[in-house]
């Protein structure tokens, strides 16, 4: 920077003319010195690595030197917030299972709608997306799969084609933790480091998809491999997955609102009773009663078969098995007598959930900044991010995924796992390398669950059932294979610290992947599929191979750019809005700036504090704009003297 100085000093004379003041030799020299200042603080901000972990410092008195009422005071707290810590947590998972029951409540029978038309089923590519939507839709993997199974066990869908609707599943539960990194977007670094650690597990999902999709449909190694497993083993019937989550939130949610899961699945399997029934439980005590009765039939070969059958007034009579559900006892949620529909339900438990989740988790990420101080932070730190001792360091991420695996089967649920550690990696106790194996751990513990509520299905569907949720856990475990073992293939980690640079620059990018990725691209694909595979071919092929043209020129333009044509060494040639960020990130802030302005009378007075400050401190903002080039830091400097 020493050369800005030189060249910014050439179209001014700083020598004082006879009769200049003090102060106007003294302006040039402070605008000097503020140059000159910034210049030797900028390479030091570069070279600052934003995914280093921050040192979380200690600024309180050491224990050794409180007395004894200090050090009663210091146990009292200490344990007062890490009794908090517990209850914000355990509000926490309950808003994620409130937040689930809110999202089956407004689109849940869309889902289940969506399930039924078998042909677009049978296109794979239209089976994964309809997979990520309706996992999406539901907040939960397992209500998908069970979905899926029970189309299967009926009859209704082959295993075959329920494979890209296991895998889209593995998508869609992945936009939970995405989420709940977008609430902690106050601290641009904090925001950066969390949400790379939860888009983390959706490139491991979709780089897994690319690559075994392609392969499933052309081989159906899925199918086949889990099809052997499954003939190899006398596999028995099994008792039910254990539930221990829903044993610690039930006493809270229940009573918030409790859900009827058979009616989406009836929906899908073609139930015509279950399209008009609500999803919210009002009779949560039933007892069934079968009772042998006597009908009529149009003749004797529509009798009951191993049935008496006899003929009285010219009529056929038969006996049959008739089942009557007599309702014993109300439930006791707070919805079980109000008269709405389940969409108005939905979207007030909707704004609810998401109302706790957020306050919860701000509670959360403040009571860890507090407690992980120290001592007690560099404890933590060790333990989460030191590899085993050479030559073992290769196991410790092993060890993570187990982990991650055992963790997730205690809650049951991937996406409270992986939600739960996504603040710890915002606020920098674990690093995004510790995250990824622990997240494709809960991959593979979600699973495991399936698979062992999968065992406890009636022994005619045992097989079909098993054989989608072991797809789901090969799937998976393929995708570790490719993607963890050998360090130069763990593209995620590079592509999520990617993705985490730009949504901290450029906050607003959150939402739009969000909304990209799990609603408006799925959402073009399935009508393309439904339009025809014909019309899905000749847009997405095109597509594609512009988006494999732009990631290989992206690609050579920062490795060797010598062998590209010179128009191609740069986007310059096309429209800023196509290259960069930066004219809708102006557009943004306008529009954000005018809802403040117009839509928010209180802070018109903040907007006008604001604008007083910038105009006393106008001649020092020219020096702190990051945008400028050398070229116009001179002019500016020039211009200022």
């Known amino acids: 920077m020493a050369p800005l100085c030189e060249k910014a000093s050439h179209p001014v004379t700083l ?89 089956q409540l407004v689109g849940g029978k869309a889902a289940g709608d969506i399930f039924k038309d078998n042909a677009v089923l049978s296109n794979p590519v239209a089976g994964l997306v309809i997979g990520v939507l309706v996992t999406v839709l539901v907040q939960s993997s397992s209500t998908s799969s069970s979905i899926v199974v029970s189309m299967v066990s009926s009859g209704l869908l082959e295993v075959r084609s329920a494979v890209p609707i296991i895998m889209g599943a593995n998508i869609g539960t992945s936009v939970t933790n995405t989420i709940v990194a977008v609430m902690q977007a106050g601290d641009r670094n904090e925001f950066r480091r969390a949400f790379a650690g939860a888009t983390v597990h959706d490139f491991f999902n979709w780089l897994s998809v690319l690559v075994l999709l392609p392969l499933e449909v052309a081989s159906g190694f899925l199918f086949k491999l889990t099809k052997l497993i ?78 008496l059958c006899w003929v009285e007034n010219n009529q056929t009579w038969t006996e049959q098995n008739q089942t009557e559900t007599f309702n014993l006892k109300k439930c006791a949620h707070i919805f079980v007598h109000a008269n709405l529909p389940d969409l108005a339900v939905g979207l007030i438990l909707l704004a609810l959930s998401l109302l706790a989740l957020c306050t919860c988790l701000i509670l959360i990420v403040k009571l860890l900044n507090s407690m992980l101080k120290g001592q007690v932070a560099i404890v933590i730190k060790k333990v989460l991010n030191t590899d085993f001792p050479f030559p073992f360091g290769w196991l410790t991420g092993y060890l993570a995924i187990i982990v991650g695996a055992g963790m997730t089967f205690i809650v049951q649920s991937s996406s409270v796992f992986t939600s739960a550690i996504t603040p710890l990696v915002g606020i920098g106790v674990i690093s995004i390398e510790r995250a990824y194996p622990l997240t494709l751990g809960s991959n593979i513990g979600t699973t495991t669950t399936a698979i062992l509520a999968a065992l406890a299905s009636p022994g005619e569907t045992l097989a079909n059932s098993l054989q989608i949720s072991l797809c789901h856990f090969v799937f998976n475990i393929c995708g570790i294979l490719l993607w963890y073992p050998i360090p130069i293939t763990r593209i995620p980690i590079r592509l999520a610290k990617a993705l985490g640079n730009h949504t901290a620059n450029y906050r607003w990018f959150a939402a739009l992947y969000l909304f990209l990725c799990f609603f408006l691209f799925p959402l073009s694909v399935l009508g393309l599929s439904i339009a025809g595979w014909q019309v899905l071919v000749g847009v997405g092929v095109p597509v594609l191979v512009l988006l494999v043209f732009v990631i290989v020129v992206n690609i050579m333009q920062s490795r060797c750019p010598r062998f590209l044509p010179s128009c191609l060494r740069s986007w310059d040639f096309l429209p800023k809005p196509l ?63």
């Not at 210091?74 to 299972?97: A, E, I, N, P, Q």
């Not at 802070?603 to 116009?632: F, G, M, Q, R, W």
């Open 15 to 103: 020598q004082p003319e006879i009769g200049t003041h003090a102060k106007d030799v003294a302006e040039p020299e402070l605008a000097s010195h503020t140059l000159v200042s910034l210049a030797e603080k900028e390479p030091a901000k570069e070279d600052e690595d934003p995914w280093n972990l921050p040192e979380l410092q200690d600024n309180g008195v050491k224990w050794s030197d409180l007395n004894t009422r200090g050090k009663v005071l210091r146990v009292l707290t200490s344990t007062l917030k890490f009794v908090l810590l517990l209850g914000f947590l355990y509000m926490f998972v309950c808003s994620l299972d409130v937040l689930s029951s809110s999202f």
């Open 230 to 307: 499954i003939d190899s083993f006398d596999i028995q019937t099994g008792a039910d997955a254990p539930d221990l989550l829903k044993v610690i939130t039930e006493p809270l949610t229940k009573n918030i609102i409790e859900l009827d899961s058979s009616v989406i699945s009836g929906i899908a399997t073609g139930d015509p009773a279950a399209q008009n029934k609500s999803l919210i439980k009002i009779w949560c005590k039933t007892q069934k009663v079968t009772n042998l009765v006597n009908i009529t039939v149009p003749g004797i070969a529509n009798c009951t078969p191993d049935a």
């Open 579 to 641: 290259h960069s960020f930066k004219p809708w990130d102006r557009l943004v802030t306008m529009a954000m700036t005018f809802c403040r302005t117009r839509c928010c009378c209180c802070c018109k007075c903040c907007n006008d504090e604001e604008k007083d400050e910038l105009k006393e401190d106008k001649s020092l903002e020219v020096y702190d704009n990051p945008a400028l080039t050398i070229e116009d830091e001179g002019k500016v400097f020039a211009t200022s003297l």
